[in-house]
């Protein structure tokens, strides 16, 4: 699926299994997608399918329990897989790619000034000559994402919510990126705030040509910046393709369940829910891991079905599409 001489991200086959007391984990299993730069990508899916961890695998951000981790990842044509840990912290980890934690606030020292904590990628990667300059740096950040330069003083407990995010924000765009992943960056936070860092990735996004992974299960709020959508199950991608197709025409039945679950604003529709529990990542079904919950299931489904490309760049793991 991927070339690796092409565009901005290309994963083969990568897979994250944990080591714990009762087996292991398949949290990421077998994952391939490419994503050229400009354009944004939101992967959804349910609580626990993988889609945290997909990132964090990508930034090899790994616990001490790594049981399992293969595969290649190629950025700008380059396997960061292959690099050592200590070259790949220099010259990929937040200054080629970069995180938006989930949790804004435990992504901050809450004894380090804000403005330091932004500033602190420059001087660890030596992007700025001195503290002075980072500093001066950080507040171009700040007013990028739309946060006054008087924060810089302040300590993150003296930040609302919806701040702190846009200092972690500021943090992760600082080294100038070429991709940036976006893990649940307006959860816990009110709609109307939700609303504002939506319009300020919006903006990066279109001033900046800044490429973005959106890692949510919110689809509803993705919608608004995605130019591409990946949907996760059970550890595995099972459609990958442009955003306004899957918003208005899904092909996998999990897709299909999961778009017929969010109410709109257009229609009057009955909403649906998918059935059963999600899989087990610790002993996963053998076939498709879906089967069991799906409507459409037939003898074939025993087996493990390809992803494979199904026309217009659509990617589809499913025996009613091969």
């Known amino acids: 699926m991927t070339d690796q001489s092409n565009g901005l991200l290309n ?3 990568l897979k994250l299994h944990f080591r714990t007391r009762k087996g292991p984990v398949q949290a990421v299993d077998g994952v391939t997608f490419s994503l050229e730069r400009g354009p944004a990508m939101v992967v959804v899916g349910e609580s626990g399918c993988g889609k945290s961890t997909l990132a964090r695998a990508i930034l090899r951000l790994l616990p001490r329990n ?4 293969t595969g290649r990842v190629f950025l700008n044509g380059t396997d960061v897989m292959k690099l050592g840990e200590e070259r790949f912290r220099k010259q990929v980890r937040w200054v080629q790619m970069s995180l938006v934690a ?3 606030m435990n992504s901050l020292n809450p004894v380090v000034k804000v403005g330091d904590q932004v500033a602190e990628p420059l001087l660890v990667h030596r992007k700025a000559a001195n503290r002075r300059e980072a500093l001066g740096r950080a507040a171009e950040a700040f007013r990028m994402v739309g946060v006054s330069t008087d924060f810089l003083e302040r300590y993150p407990f003296e930040l609302s919510g919806g701040m702190r995010q846009r200092a972690v924000l ?3 765009l600082i080294a ?3 991709l940036v992943f976006l893990d649940e960056p307006t959860s816990a936070l009110d709609v109307l705030t939700q609303t504002n860092i939506m319009n300020v990735l919006k903006g990066i996004k279109r001033d900046l040509g800044m490429t973005f992974i959106l890692i949510t299960h919110d689809i509803a709020t993705s919608s608004e910046l995605a130019d591409r ?3 996760m199950y059970g550890g595995q991608l099972v459609e990958l393709c442009d955003a306004g197709t899957f918003f208005s025409e899904p092909l996998h039945p999990y897709a299909r ?9 257009r229609e009057d529709k009955a909403l649906d829910f998918i059935p059963g529990q999600p899989p087990s990542l610790l002993n996963p079904p053998t076939g ?3 089967a069991e919950r799906c409507p459409s299931r037939f003898e074939k489904c025993t087996e493990e079905p390809p992803f494979q490309d199904v026309g217009d760049g659509r990617w589809v793991k499913c025996w009613l599409h091969v």
């Open 66 to 69: 790594v049981h399992a981790y």
């Open 11 to 13: 994963v083969e086959d």
């Open 176 to 178: 100038n990126p070429d």
């Open 229 to 231: 959508a990946a949907v």
């Open 170 to 172: 500021a943090m992760a």
């Open 257 to 265: 369940k999961l778009m017929a679950s969010v109410p709109t604003l």
């Open 288 to 290: 498709c891991r879906f």
């Open 102 to 104: 989930q949790a804004a």
